[in-house]
């Protein structure tokens, strides 16, 4: 159930979490609280630009500080905010708090990089989504343009009509679109060409064997070539090791995100390790 989590509703079966909370009621509850109580935070995973050795973009990932439980990680409380519709305003807070977290690093004037937010098929089909983000992203005062919404490919496939619609919205604002676990989902390749979309980052699932199994280079491949040839960035997902780094680079990938150069972290760490001068040394050692 977790991993099919973010593209569809299932029902929620907590795994790790199961003996903590009472039941499934108590830990709604508890989510609830955790969005008005401060309890969310969101951490920042850098993602590379390898032509430029630049960091381009920070992805915004929230976790959950629970008071007795501690850092919960969101696979263990996304698809329960989609059953019980606490991800609406759960998603609000994130893009919230990016939109906050950006507006300081500009006030310092530092970290001068796109913030990516991942979006919940839920979100994206709630009719007022689009304005409803525009709006929270207008009250902080920062520039749209800063800011990526990534979305799967089941949100755009459930209504291609009014998915053009929203996308448009997000666009005309300068918002850039990322089409998240690319080549997972099951979807035409047709909204390519109908859509505005900016960038497709590669599911890490093809990423993980890319040097032992030619069907996965194979595929990466593909997906990297066909950015290329539409003009869209290509992000490679879960890059854990230099020699998927090597590979990936032959490939001619242009961008990437993974444990080998960060996991996500707090935004005080960001400015810690990723300050312009330090954060090559990140993954060159
Ligand atoms: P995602 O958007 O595909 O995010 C990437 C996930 O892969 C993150 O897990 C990240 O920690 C993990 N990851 C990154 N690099 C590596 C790597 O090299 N190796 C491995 N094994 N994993 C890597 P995380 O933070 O636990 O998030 C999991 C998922 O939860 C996200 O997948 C996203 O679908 C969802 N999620 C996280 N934050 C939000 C949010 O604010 N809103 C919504 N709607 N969903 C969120
Ligand atoms: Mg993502
Ligand atoms: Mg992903
Ligand atoms: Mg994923």
Not at 16 to 27: D, E, G, T, Y
Not at 185 to 192: A, F, M, Q, R
């Amino acid at each position: 159930a977790k991993q099919t989590g973010r593209n569809k509703l299932v029902t929620y079966q907590p795994t790790s979490l199961k003996h903590r909370f009472a039941n499934q009621i108590q830990m709604e509850t508890d989510l609830r609280k955790a969005i008005t109580h401060n309890q969310l935070l969101l951490y920042y995973q850098p993602r590379l630009e390898l032509s430029t050795d630049r960091i381009i973009c920070l992805e915004a990932l929230v976790r959950w500080n629970h008071p007795q439980f501690g850092m919960i990680p969101p696979t263990d409380f996304i698809s329960l905010a989609e059953e019980s519709g606490l991800i609406l305003p759960l998603g609000e807070w994130v893009l919230r708090e990016a939109c906050l977290q950006k507006a300081r690093w500009l006030a310092e004037d530092k970290l001068d990089y796109q913030i990516a937010v991942n979006i919940s098929p839920c979100q994206f089909q709630d009719e007022a989504f689009a304005d409803k983000a525009i709006q929270i992203i207008e009250q902080t005062g920062i520039n749209p343009a800063y800011l990526e919404f990534e979305i799967t490919e089941s949100s755009i496939m459930q209504n291609m009509e009014k998915t053009v619609a929203v996308l448009e919205k997000l666009c005309a604002k300068g918002i850039s679109i990322s089409i998240d676990d690319f080549g997972i989902g099951y979807s035409s390749l047709n909204y390519l060409k109908e859509f505005p979309i900016h960038c497709l980052k590669i599911d890490r699932s093809f990423v993980k064997n890319i040097q032992s199994n030619s069907n996965d280079w194979a595929i990466t491949h593909a997906i990297i070539h066909l950015g290329h040839a539409l003009n869209i960035q290509v992000v490679a997902e879960g890059v854990e090791e230099i020699g998927q780094l090597d590979i990936l680079k032959e490939t001619t990938c242009t961008t990437i995100q993974g444990f080998l150069l960060s996991p996500p972290i707090s935004a005080q760490e960001i400015e810690l390790t990723f300050h312009e001068k330090t954060y090559i040394e990140a993954i060159h050692g």
